[in-house]
């Protein structure tokens, strides 16, 4: 398991392990927090060989394009290394957001993490 | 009985974006739109100061925002006045889910959600018209 420190106060909890990042979020992601969440999560895709990237937003209730535009730039710097982004525990607010910008297809959307092992 | 107008004086700070949301959903929902259209405008309010602060004003944090809200017979009118660059946005741009660009998709959204929207240039910057109807 990489260690990852120093990490904004909308992840609880970060793991990765093998291949597999995992991010599990919280609270309201706008342009004012979106720039700490994209030093997170790049930040994570340097370290290792990861190629699954798992974001689990149960406790996020809103999220704005800059929030998008993050997972937008994960996954371009996934699919170089042929790997994929995983949006698990949307609610129908965000989910929302992803079918107007047209996005909903490029991401993996599963129901929960465990569903990610199963995908 | 009328929603008196709402008005907010804002600055380009980015920890703004949220209370100016949080206030046009709350005088949406006190107009009378349903749960849906009220988020609808939440986010539009959002992602249209969000641009005017990344693009009118270039990430500066402390320049002025101004935001007008009123109902004008079964639709919200929502002006924001910037003192940035007036520079128009590109309004034919759309989102290519191919190209996977992280940038531009506030503005789909508007065009997505509203039911008008207007850039109007000023000599000093620029006034966005944004209305909404009930449905």
């Given at each position: 398991?990489?260690e990852?420190?120093?990490?904004?106060?909308?992840v609880?909890y970060a793991?990765?392990?093998?291949d597999?990042a995992?991010?599990?979020?919280?609270d309201e992601i706008d342009?004012?927090?979106s720039?700490?969440?994209?030093t997170d999560?790049?930040?994570a895709?340097?370290k290792g060989?990861v190629k699954k990237?798992v974001?689990?937003?149960?406790?996020?209730?809103?999220v704005?394009s800059?929030a998008?535009a993050?997972?937008?730039?994960?996954l371009?710097?996934?699919?170089?290394?042929?790997?994929k982004?995983?949006?698990t525990?949307?609610?129908p607010r965000?989910?929302g957001?992803?079918?107007?910008?047209?996005?909903?297809?490029?991401?993996?959307?599963?129901?929960n993490?465990?569903d990610v092992?199963a995908? | 009985m009328?929603?008196?107008?709402l008005?907010?004086?804002?600055?380009?700070?980015p920890a703004e974006?949220?209370?100016?949301r949080k206030?046009?959903e709350a005088?949406?929902?006190?107009a009378?739109?349903?749960e849906r259209?009220?988020?609808?405008?939440?986010l539009?309010?959002?992602?249209?100061?969000?641009?005017?602060i990344?693009h009118?004003y270039?990430?500066a944090?402390?320049?002025?925002i101004?935001?007008?809200?009123?109902?004008?017979?079964d639709?919200?009118?929502?002006?924001?006045?910037?003192?940035?660059n007036?520079?128009m946005?590109d309004?034919?741009k759309?989102?290519d889910?191919?190209?996977?660009c992280?940038?531009?998709?506030g503005?789909?959204?508007?065009?997505?959600l509203?039911?008008?929207?207007k850039f109007?240039?000023?000599?000093?910057g620029?006034l966005?018209?944004m209305t909404?109807r009930k449905?």
């Open positions: 398991m990489a990852l420190q120093h990490l904004s106060t909308h609880t793991d990765i392990t093998g597999t995992i991010f599990r979020l919280k342009l004012h927090t720039p700490d969440l994209r999560i790049l930040g895709l340097t060989e990237l974001l689990n937003l149960e406790k996020v209730p809103y704005d800059s998008i993050v997972m937008v730039e994960a371009q710097k996934l699919r170089k290394a042929g790997g982004v995983y949006l525990n949307l609610s965000v989910k957001l992803l079918e107007i910008a047209r996005l909903d297809s490029i991401f993996s959307v599963v129901a993490e465990a092992a995908s | 009328t929603t008196p107008a008005r907010m004086d804002l600055t380009s700070n974006i949220a209370s100016a206030s046009i005088f949406a929902g006190a009378g739109f349903d259209a009220t988020a609808d405008i939440g539009c309010v959002n992602e249209a100061i969000a641009n005017i990344r009118a270039g990430s944090k402390d320049k002025p101004e935001m007008h809200a009123d109902m004008v017979a639709a919200m009118m929502i002006t924001l006045r910037d003192w940035g007036g520079r946005p309004l034919n759309s989102v889910p191919n190209t996977l992280p940038g531009g998709l503005l789909p959204c508007l065009k997505a509203l039911d008008g929207l109007e240039p000023q000599s000093d620029m966005l018209r909404k449905r």
